[in-house]
């Protein structure tokens, strides 16, 4: 049985000369700039724009400067050596957290120690110049045959800049380290997911609003019909529309032919604006979740920056909580970096062999601080103790002098003097007896009187 007969074949094949339009396809799988979206390999060059995400810079931001702040100090028996530690460090401690913080972004942060001889109090000590960050990628770790940290190597493979960093010449922070991986994790890791989806709907959101802020023009006209423009040239119909469709959105109005379908009685020639059921607000609260998810990834609290509208003061508290757990962690591990590779060489340097010192902070929750402050206040009102001027002027900034009230010295007082004062007081005694006897005269008086007005009532 033959489905097709042979007449079937010979038809010939008729063709449509409307004009056909192009579409273009958005992947969600890759971005404006070309990078493609892979959460199992994550470069060194997409945690950069990661980092330069607006929310993300924020994150960053709370979490460093909030170090830079933590108080630390110097625990050492010898005075000597806590004052050299202390002035040391304090030299590079804010670049040195700066430089810390890559590695949140890349995982591990390479330096090289810089040293400088400097004069402590008429003495000559070997101090941190400053600790110069280099670039993560630009930095490949060497390790001995056991596994070791053993110094790293500046642009490995470039013949010209190739540089071998000895391991006494380097500060190499990781990262949250597992199994031993001297390249660490990146905090930024966990927030790889909501960033992606922010930036393609940061891009469907311009596009949205470029396209439907100034909608998109759709016109219409018949095939193979040929008319005169306003020059009095004869072009196709369809040439004519799309020389109207790409000059309208400069004119305030169009002129179109008024001829009509026979059949449908519709204009041949029409144009219409694209138009969108969507509003913008939709995009808006969708960027809001992945703000938000952003700052959880980060382990900070929604209203920490810009977060929620509202809410209570025990959930704030909680939230600064949680953002304090999270510095004080940080802190804990810069602490255990700072014993091992900082504090060791200022020691050899400068003292003895046995010499020790340790690097600490003091880590305190918020209700902590709250009430030490006020029970010190409380110990300085009552007297019981005393500010220390120095420590507050260099916590302040402004120079401050105790003043100490001095009592008006006595004056000598003569043999004559004395008298005049003593006659003058007996006399205010004397004065003192005689009111009290006039006062009882005057009370036995006022008896007497009500005594008489009783007995002229009676009568």
Known sequence: ????????????????NEHVSTV???SMHSLMDGTTYNPDVITSDTYRKISKHYQVAAAMAVISYSIQQIDWFIQSDNKE??????????????RLIRSISKSFIYGYSPNVKVFTLEKIDSKDYVIYKKIKDLMPSDCTVKVDKWGNFNGFIYKKGNSMDEKTVLPDSCFWYVNAMENGNLYGDSMLKNVYKPWWRSEKIHEFANRYYERFGEPLVIGRAPSAQKVKDSEGKVRSAQELMDSVIAAIRSHSSVQLPSDRNA????????????????RGFDFENYLGRQDMEIFRGLFLGDTVYGGGSGGSYALSSTQIETLYTNLMGIMDNITDYVNLYIIPQLLSYNFSEDSNAIFTYKPLSVDQKKNIHEMIMELVKSGKLKPDTKQLESRSGISLEEQVIKNPPKESVTKKEVGKIVKEESKKISLSEKEIKLNKELQEVSEIKKDLKSLYERD
């Open 1 to 16: 049985m033959k489905i097709f007969g042979k007449e079937f074949f010979k038809k010939s094949v008729s063709l449509d």
């Open 81 to 94: 050596q806590k004052k050299v530690l202390t002035y040391s460090i304090e030299k590079i401690w804010n």
């Open 263 to 278: 059949e449908s009685k519709e204009y041949n020639y029409d144009l219409k604006y694209l138009e969108s059921q969507m």
């Open 24 to 26: 273009g396809n958005s």
